[in-house]
């Protein structure tokens, strides 16, 4: 982190921009500080960013974590509507927060989504007890 912090300013203008975001963000979770992760990421522009899934992955599930559903369902969306296929990290984190934001509907239709692309995946099981449960 003191490596990246010493050379933000020529790495933030660079074709490294995106690397080092990579990194801090790594390092960050790494070291427990989500919440400074959040605010990293909720000052990022994602969408215009080469390789950025794993960035709207990682900012919708802080988001959700942090009762910020709402904000975490647009990163979920813009991930799911980018891939050729379904993104099993994004689906899951929206389900959960359509399950949490009283979309019933939605959430039911992502845990049928999920089951069918991740029949064995082994959190299917805690996804279909969280989304029945938010009804």
């Given at each position: 982190l003191l490596l990246l912090d010493r050379?933000?300013?020529?790495?933030?203008?660079?074709?490294?921009?995106?690397?080092?975001l990579l990194l801090?963000?790594?390092?960050?979770?790494a070291l427990g500080r989500k919440g400074e992760v959040l605010r990293i990421l909720d000052g990022a522009v994602l969408t215009d960013m080469a390789a950025s899934r794993s960035l709207l992955v990682t900012?919708?599930?802080?988001?959700?974590?942090a009762n910020r559903c709402a904000d975490g369902l647009g990163d979920?969306?813009?991930?799911?509507?980018?891939?050729?296929?379904?993104?099993r990290q994004a689906l899951f984190g929206r389900a959960m927060c359509?399950?949490?934001?009283?979309?019933?509907?939605?959430?039911?239709?992502?845990?049928?989504?999920?089951r069918r692309e991740?029949?064995?995946?082994?959190?299917?099981?805690?996804?279909?007890?969280q989304v029945g449960s938010a009804k």
């Amino acid at each position: 982190l003191l490596l990246l912090d010493r050379h933000a300013t020529a790495l933030g203008k660079s074709a490294f921009a995106h690397e080092a975001l990579l990194l801090r963000v790594e390092a960050l979770l790494a070291l427990g500080r989500k919440g400074e992760v959040l605010r990293i990421l909720d000052g990022a522009v994602l969408t215009d960013m080469a390789a950025s899934r794993s960035l709207l992955v990682t900012r919708g599930e802080l988001r959700a974590t942090a009762n910020r559903c709402a904000d975490g369902l647009g990163d979920f969306d813009l991930v799911l509507a980018k891939a050729r296929q379904a993104d099993r990290q994004a689906l899951f984190g929206r389900a959960m927060c359509r399950g949490k934001l009283g979309d019933s509907a939605g959430a039911r239709a992502d845990v049928e989504r999920y089951r069918r692309e991740f029949p064995t995946d082994p959190g299917l099981r805690e996804l279909e007890r969280q989304v029945g449960s938010a009804k």
